[in-house]
């Protein structure tokens, strides 16, 4: 059945989409909502890569903030675009257009910046990608940061906040690491330990992403409320950034949360990376007969997103 007129599409936003159970980058499944997709409704659509629609759009959504689907599946809805410069914060990368998000995850980053300008050394900070203007699937890097409640924080301590657009595409942050992830090198500061501590006590964070010895460095050092720790989970990359994860905003029906971290501080879950690094685990012997080639991971289409995306891209 084809679909052409964009009041069907726009009658759908009140229905709460599925993101189809998509894994995200903390290898945790998400809820999954029994209802429709794109695809479902509109079958013509199945064939058009999502980013190459999202990834096109340079502004948000003429509609009220709200969020469809899930980080690594679905969209924005009325995303507001975090300034290119504040007193306390510049955002990197302009060229790539992802300082968009929901405008919690804004007002989120931006008193995160007053915060960390509070520290030694820190005036501030260096805003990597947040989201498309619209969300979506973008065209290069992230399979997250799809619904606008996504932020990359640089690891480098600002120390000017009157880069040029120029100069934005050219710096670099700096690592953290040592010894492969398993340990933090003499870049990190405790006032890394305290930027990361403030944006998981925030109540609106649901997850904050570093490298293993980064969340075993804040184990070690943490000496008052361990609560907070439980947010802080360790994954692949992430010590030339943290990558902050907010949870779905109160009233955003069609948002689908992540499921919510395991119980206790997790340090005994990072130490346990970190002994994978030092330690690898004996591979295992490749077998005799030669295996098919892994094929290359399916790019999500226009069909596979929350119903309501459709509506989210056609909006002036």
């Not at 945790?28 to 013509?44: M, N, R, V």
């Not at 990834?55 to 948000?60: A, E």
């Not at 992802?98 to 980053?109: K, T």
């Not at 330990?193 to 070690?220: L, S, W, Y």
């Amino acid at each position: 059945m084809k679909i052409s007129t964009l009041s069907v599409f726009a009658a759908l936003a009140m229905v709460v989409a599925s993101c189809g159970g998509a894994r995200d980058i903390s290898g945790s499944k998400q809820q999954k909502p029994d209802l429709p997709t794109i695809g479902e409704l509109a079958g013509p659509l199945a064939n058009v890569q999502a980013k190459k629609l999202f990834g096109t759009k340079s502004s948000g959504s003429r509609q009220s903030p709200d969020v469809f689907g899930g980080y690594a599946r679905g969209c924005l809805a009325g995303g507001v675009q975090l300034a290119e410069s504040g007193p306390t914060w510049q955002a990197m990368r302009l060229s790539r257009g992802r300082n968009w998000g929901h405008p919690e995850l804004v007002d989120m980053v931006t008193k995160l910046s007053q915060f960390a300008a509070q520290q030694p050394g820190w005036n501030g900070l260096y805003i990597g990608d947040l989201s498309q203007p619209r969300g979506g699937p973008m065209l290069t890097g992230h399979r997250s940061h799809q619904i606008g409640l996504d932020a990359d924080i640089w690891m480098l301590p600002p120390t000017s906040l009157s880069l040029t657009a120029k100069q934005r595409e050219n710096i670099s942050s700096i690592s953290t690491r040592r010894a492969k992830g398993a340990y933090v090198n003499d870049a990190w500061t405790r006032a890394h330990h305290n930027i990361i501590k403030a944006a998981a006590k925030d109540p609106r964070t649901e997850r904050i992403f570093v490298f293993p010895g980064a969340k075993v460095q804040m184990c070690e050092d943490e000496r008052g409320d361990r609560s907070y720790l439980r947010k802080i989970r360790p994954w692949y990359g992430h010590h030339y950034h943290f990558h902050i994860r907010l949870a779905c905003p109160k009233g955003a029906r069609g948002c689908v949360n992540q499921n919510p971290p395991p119980k206790g501080d997790g340090c005994a879950d990072a130490r346990e990376w970190q002994a994978n690094i030092l330690n690898p685990p004996k591979a295992k012997p490749k077998p005799k007969k030669p295996t098919a080639p892994r094929k290359p991971r399916r790019e999500l289409l226009l069909a596979d997103l929350p119903a309501q995306c459709k509506a989210v891209l056609d909006s002036n």
